[in-house]
């Protein structure tokens, strides 16, 4: 086990490595200028292009441009272009409301792709199936920001659900738990919107998980030993079939963080998807690397924990 | 009787080359079979006239049935009526007129951005697959490091930087999605370098690029098809995505996505803005997938009886 673990460690250096790589020359190698204000602007003199590019190490060849971000990166001295916040202070206040928005986001996926995909595979092959199949694809489908303005418009004319922000402004709540309960809404709809694709994506590995587990010969055995149906289909088969779940939240990461984008700018939820839109709206070149770089380890991280996970639950995975 | 004896005959003939079927024949019959395939192939068989006709049609300055771009500001706001059947936008443009116009970017961008990452995905994936070892580790870790990245945002920060335009964006989109078509081509390279028939042909002394090409590629190229199909509306979604951000196809040339974008603001006056647009960009998608799925189905080996 240990050694599989160290082995896992070794390959996600060498990852984090090529993604530091990758994060900064997708943003350094595309043409344009990095200055925060126009070319043609008269008040810039050269002393203070100069100065600008001295102070963002814009005069150094790009390999040691590379190492020097990457140093400030981790010395918590990397600096916004914009307003001049070290990175990782701007980063470090985002991240907490990131992280509920998409932890929240993911249990909803994990659990309602459950039941969906375990509901399929119950009636694989009939009209069930087929809905809950095509029903996935539904949820795929559609544009998340499309399907957010929908629940938009029929909360704002219909009810009086809070929508924008973490909670509302201007009210004092007297109790925390009002306070709570005010955040909870805030958080529900980005997040309910946000799972719809995981849901999608979740049920269908956990019916294609399902149905192979139901071909195996313990299934046979436990059948044919006269157990009823809905014990072998609920104890033995489901058990064996959750496992991929674990490798799932690896694999909604990416995709939850990515969409975030979108869902954070509509619901005005300052997460990190948001000040990374604004980063790229200001070309803030330091904070789209450190942003793209963040995401990525931690999406690593993840990863790397999943894998480790299913080493523990799977001996098997160990090996290879 | 005769009947009976030629029909009897006529079924033993008919079974016949079923068994000399090709895999490709096969998986097209199968394709043929399946409602929700023929259907959704329907719906994309349209989307794609409408795309191709409004195309051309732009191209030629032809405009249907308004001009997408005129504004008329007397015209506003106005809800879905007999003149402007999904009615008109906050410069009074007619909104049906601005997506069929949009549909051609949309559909450009889905089946472009899919050919540059099926390219770069297939000649990865099998030069990974084929020849294995240090090659493979090499290509195989910088796969996994690109899979980190959180994809929509590693491509709106490359299109936001380089420039929103159609040929960036398609390009952008290709480069950063071939990953999985690379995953998939080099598993099914490694299975098939395996076999008799190319050992066979290794043995004849067939040269590399004829045993990648013209043996081992044609019998990965079912679930290549699938993924193609299913890169399609995975690309559609993005474009709209961006041009929702205002970093797609830059205004006033409409595009699904920017429709809905300049249609925000009104929001709660003018759901037309929202809902229609939203609509095309959805069933588009879901066809795409559905009709991915149904190909997914007519290629598995396995559920030719049940």
């Known amino acids: ?320 | 009787m005769t009947t009976t004896a030629s029909t009897a005959s006529s079924a033993e003939v008919a079974d016949l080359p079923l068994l000399l079927e090709s895999p490709g024949r096969r998986m097209w019959r199968r394709f043929l079979k399946n409602p929700v395939g023929v259907t959704s192939s329907i719906v994309i068989v349209l989307f794609f006239t409408v795309a191709l006709v409004m195309g051309i049609c732009s191209m030629l300055g032809i405009y249907f049935p308004y001009n997408p771009n005129t504004t008329e500001l007397t015209q506003k706001l106005l809800p879905p009526s007999a003149a402007h059947w999904l009615g008109t936008d906050n410069l009074g443009r007619d909104v049906l007129s601005r997506l069929l116009n949009g549909s051609y970017i949309s559909l450009t961008v889905g089946f472009v951005a899919v050919a540059v990452s099926l390219f770069i995905g297939v000649t990865v994936g099998a030069i990974s697959g084929y020849f294995g070892g240090w090659i493979d580790n090499i290509i195989m870790r910088v796969v996994d490091a690109i899979l980190c990245f959180p994809s929509f945002f590693l491509i709106l920060t490359a299109v936001a930087l380089l420039g929103p335009n159609i040929m960036n964006i398609i390009v952008v989109i290709g480069l950063v999605s071939w990953t999985g078509t690379a995953r998939l081509v080099r598993a099914e390279f490694l299975t098939l370098r395996e076999t008799e028939y190319v050992r066979a042909a290794k043995a004849l002394g067939i040269r590399t690029p004829g045993i990648i090409f013209r043996h081992i590629l044609p019998n990965a190229a079912a679930p290549i098809i699938v993924t193609a199909v299913v890169g399609i509306p995975d690309a559609i979604l993005t474009e709209a995505g961006l041009s929702f951000l205002g970093f797609g196809v830059q205004p006033p040339q409409a595009t699904w996505g920017n429709i809905i974008s300049d249609g925000k603001t009104y929001l709660l006056d003018a759901w037309w803005l929202i809902v229609f647009p939203g609509m095309a960009i959805f069933i588009a998608a879901l066809a795409f997938y559905l009709a991915g799925d149904a190909l997914r189905q007519a290629a598995e080996s396995r559920s030719e009886r049940k």
């Not at chain 1, 793209?292 to 799977?314: E, Q, T």
């Open chain 1, 1 to 320: 086990m240990l050694n599989f673990i160290i082995r896992r460690l070794a390959i996600s250096v060498v990852l984090a490595f090529l993604i530091s790589l990758i994060s900064f020359f997708i943003i350094t190698l595309t043409p344009g200028s990095p200055y925060p204000w126009g070319e043609l602007n008269p008040k810039i003199t050269p002393q203070v292009k100069e100065a600008f590019k001295k102070k963002f190490h814009l005069d150094r060849p790009l390999i040691e441009q590379y190492w020097l971000n990457m140093r400030d990166l981790f010395n918590g001295n990397l600096k916004s272009i914009k307003d001049d916040r070290p990175v990782l202070q701007k980063i470090g206040e985002r991240l907490p409301a990131t992280i509920s928005l998409n932890v929240l986001a993911a249990v909803i996926s994990l659990s309602f792709g459950l039941a969906l995909g375990v509901y399929a595979a119950k009636h694989a092959g009939k009209t069930p199936d087929l809905l809950t199949s095509i029903l996935a694809f539904i949820f795929i489908a559609m544009p998340g920001f499309w399907i957010s303005y929908l629940i938009v418009i029929g909360l704002v004319r219909f009810t009086d659900v809070p929508i924008l922000g973490t909670q509302s402004y201007g009210v004092i709540f007297t109790n925390s738990a009002s306070l709570w309960l005010d955040r909870f809404w805030h958080i529900a709809l980005p997040a309910v919107v946000l799972s719809i694709g995981g849901i999608a994506v979740q049920s269908r590995f956990i019916r294609a998980s399902m149905i192979e587990t139901l071909r195996e010969d313990y299934i046979r055995t436990a059948r044919a030993k006269g157990l009823e149906p809905d014990t072998v289909f609920f104890k033995h088969a489901l058990r064996n079939s959750i496992r991929p779940l674990i490798t799932g939240i690896g694999g909604l990461l990416p995709g939850l963080i990515g969409g975030s984008v979108i869902i954070e700018t509509i619901f005005a939820y300052p997460g990190l998807g948001r000040l990374g839109y604004e980063a790229v709206l200001e070309r803030d070149y330091p904070t789209l690397v450190a942003i793209n770089f963040i995401v990525a380890a931690l999406i690593l991280l993840g990863n790397l924990i999943s894998d480790v996970l299913y080493a523990v639950v799977d001996p098997r995975v160990r090996l290879e």
